[in-house]
């Protein structure tokens, strides 16, 4: 991976550019607006939180910055590529080669186990090997605190535990950006804020951009940028912080 600390003296890359995004959905008798011609661009390692009431359309925006679903219309460039050119199967590959995440409800497979389910991302790739999947899984989940639980499966892991699971998962491949969606949302108070902190700490250790969706202003503005999405808009509320 890139680090992108090491030379502070290089202005940072726009790593996402989105110009005049919008997402409309189409109803039985009308056309619901979910944003319009928003603008947005972020740097390789920034920290970038969006922020919005329920039902503003932000986790729909993430799906759309992480190559998940498609935007109506306007421009999205991720690492590189222009990501409305694409068909599905080359945006999967955008994701698995850049993206890591990680979701509310932690998305682990409840069979497997800690260490298998950090591997899984890289069963995906055609050079895949056991041994050294096995290793960098190890060696995350050392560094997210989770060593000893390795062989326990989800359910006899607390929900920081599972959270901690899934940011060793999306951390594995390597990824340019991880997009969080309520990264805290399922955790309590003093559990969400080791969360937060880890988070943080790898994003600088490690120079991977962090895009954190989030109903917690508190957090948003632990982020070096801060959006609100407000009546179809982005607001940036960073100076606001």
Known sequence: MTDFTKNNSIMPQ????????SQKIQLAHKELSIFENLNLEIKQGEQVAITGRSGSGKS???????????????????????IQTLNEEQRALVRLKNIGFVFQSFQLLPHL????????????KPD??????ENKALA??????????????PKVLSG???QRVAIARALI???????????TGNLDGETAKEIEQLLFELNKEIGTTLVLVTHDVQLAEQCQKHYELLNGQLVDRTQEA
Request: aromatic letters at 4%.
């Open 14 to 21: 726009a790593i996402i550019s989105a110009q005049q995004l």
């Open 60 to 82: 729909t925006l993430l799906g759309i910055l992480a190559t998940l679903d498609q935007a109506s219309s306007g421009q999205l460039i991720v690492c590189g590529e222009q």
């Open 160 to 162: 920081g535990e599972q």
């Open 173 to 183: 491949s390597d990824p340019k950006i991880i997009f969080a969606d309520e990264p």
């Open 113 to 124: 186990t800690a260490l298998e389910n950090v591997m899984l991302p890289l069963r995906l």
């Open 140 to 153: 995350l989940l050392k560094r997210v605190g989770l060593e000893r639980q390795a062989t326990q499966t």
């Open 128 to 133: 895949f090997n056991y041994s050294h999947a």
